[in-house]
């Protein structure tokens, strides 16, 4: 059974950093592309960014670039995004995610929240 | 990397079908066949519906199904049942960002 399970998420000053990590189970980690994806609190979903198999390719929405980094350690079966000068605008649900193909996901992680408020 | 355009909400009695647009332009769901629907309830993480605009992952309802035409995908929802109440979101392959864009969202309501 395919499992992607988040954590890491919290309650994070402005300016401040934090880490999210995601343990996938269940499935080659190493074959897919994975993704990170977000949904503030009342608002619909948005791409944060995404990782080549191999970790050789990676791409961020621009509200992000330059503070948010993604990796990935195929020998441990985890997926990380490293969150620095958070801004309240980055308050949301965070979903790990698996990509099948451009754009799309099949399985997803259950969330974790990351609230960036003083 | 604009959101696709989705209707806020759409409502439907049981048993009808409901029809969801998803218009977005040339550099996204009018260029490519790769198109995609979400299913959303509350406090729950998204499950997908449909991909390559018109295909359905294993054990999705044969009552869901999904087209394009032009700029604008469609989700249908035949036989509308109670558990189908959700918000639905597309995502889309765009030429103009290297990651895909979702739509805006729209809150499906059973009468």
């Given at each position: 059974e395919v499992q992607l399970v988040e954590s890491g998420g919290g309650l994070v000053q402005p300016g401040g950093s934090l880490r999210l990590s995601c343990a996938a189970s269940g499935?080659?980690?190493?074959?897919y592309w994975m993704s990170w994806v977000r949904q503030a609190p009342g608002k619909g979903l948005e791409w944060v960014a995404n990782i080549k198999q191999d970790g050789s390719e990676k791409y961020y929405v621009d509200s992000v670039k330059g503070r948010f980094t993604i990796s990935r350690d195929n020998a441990k079966n985890s997926l990380y995004l490293q969150m620095n000068?958070?801004?309240?605008?980055?308050t949301a649900v965070y979903y790990c995610a698996r990509e099948?193909?451009?754009?799309?996901?099949?399985y997803w992680g259950q969330g974790t929240l990351v609230t960036v408020s003083s | 990397q604009s959101a696709l355009t989705q209707p806020a909400s759409v409502s439907g009695s049981p048993g009808q079908s409901i029809t969801i647009s998803c218009t977005g332009t040339s550099s996204d769901v009018g260029g490519y066949n790769y198109v995609s629907w979400y299913q959303q309830h509350p406090g729950k993480a998204p499950k997908l519906?449909?991909?390559?605009?018109s295909n359905r992952p294993s054990g999705?309802?044969?009552r869901f199904s999904g087209s394009k035409s032009g700029n604008t995908a469609s989700l249908t929802i035949s036989g509308?049942?109670?558990?189908?109440e959700a918000d639905y979101y597309c995502s889309s392959y765009t030429s103009s960002s290297t990651l895909a864009v979702f739509g805006t969202g729209t809150k499906v309501t059973v009468l």
């Open positions: 499935f080659t980690f190493s074959s000068s958070l801004r309240a605008e980055d099948v193909e451009a754009g799309v996901v099949d | 519906m449909i991909y390559d605009v999705v309802s044969n509308l049942q109670a558990e189908d």
